[in-house]
């Protein structure tokens, strides 16, 4: 085996998925941690100005654990880097990057991937975990949560950013098809507070995985 990487919006749950899932399997957990992110609050207090910064910098993180993930044999990335993209061009729609910040990025980000698929390593993983819930429940768990910088309380202009991403995520997962996926409706299975859940998360991923294996 394989990569396993996480997908889902803000909040889905991809981080306690990681979690359980490396603990079932046996294997290690590559988180992306936002309390060391020191560009993340600047972005949220002015998304014209940091935009493009944060997009690099969330690059520069993804490429460095695709690297460390690939380098071992069993891995859970905790979000996938072809995410970043569908970020980065909403908020290039919603005005906070321009044309040529959106083509540069572009162009890096598809010479990252290219020059890891020459390489020895394949580039791709083998499974794709996606997250999906509903708006409703995006913003409970956003609020539940409680982060600072990401509450409606703090921005209200954030209700419009987390509609839209919500949104788009959909297609995205619909048109994703760079390897295996699995959808888990978060909804539906509140794997982090009830256990039965998560019971059956765990089996359904299983599942899958035996399918591509
Ligand atoms: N490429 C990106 N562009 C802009 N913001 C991003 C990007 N990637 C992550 N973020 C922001 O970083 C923060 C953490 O994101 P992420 O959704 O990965 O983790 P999370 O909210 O802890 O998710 P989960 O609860 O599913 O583990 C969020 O505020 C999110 O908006």
């Known amino acids: 085996m394989s990569v396993i990487v996480l997908s ?14 490396a603990n079932k399997l046996g294997t290690k957990a590559l988180y992306e941690s936002v309390e060391d992110n020191d560009v993340l609050p600047l972005f949220y207090s002015d998304p014209e100005k940091y935009a493009f910064l944060l997009q690099i910098y969330f690059l520069n993180k993804r490429f460095a ?18 995410e970043d993209s569908l970020l980065f061009h909403l908020n290039a729609d919603l005005g ?21 698929s020459k390489s ?6 083998d499974l794709l975990i996606h997250i999906k819930v509903s ?11 409680g982060r600072e910088f990401e509450q409606l309380d703090t921005d209200p202009s954030l ?8 949104k788009r995520y959909d297609k995205w997962y619909e ?9 888990i409706d978060g909804d539906k299975y509140d794997f982090v507070e009830n256990p039965e859940d998560a019971k059956k998360v765990l089996e359904l991923i299983e ?7």
């Not at 909040?11 to 359980?20: H, P, V, W």
């Not at 890096?108 to 991937?113: A, G």
């Not at 599942?207 to 294996?213: A, Y």
């Open 96 to 116: 906070r990057a321009n044309q040529k910040e959106v083509e540069v990025y572009d162009d890096l980000l598809s010479n990252m991937l290219e020059r890891i």
């Open 65 to 82: 654990s695709i690297k460390e993930a690939l380098a071992d044999d069993n891995n859970i990335l905790d979000r996938s880097i072809y």
């Open 120 to 125: 020895d390593i394949k580039t791709a993983p």
């Open 207 to 213: 599942q899958k995985l035996n399918t591509i294996r």
């Open 8 to 21: 889902g919006t803000i909040g889905a749950g991809k981080s306690s998925l990681t979690e359980m899932l």
């Open 135 to 145: 708006f409703d429940k995006m913003l409970e768990r956003i609020n539940k949560r």
């Open 159 to 166: 209700f419009n950013y987390y509609q839209e991403l919500n």
């Open 175 to 183: 048109d994703f098809d760079i390897c295996p996926k699995i959808q």
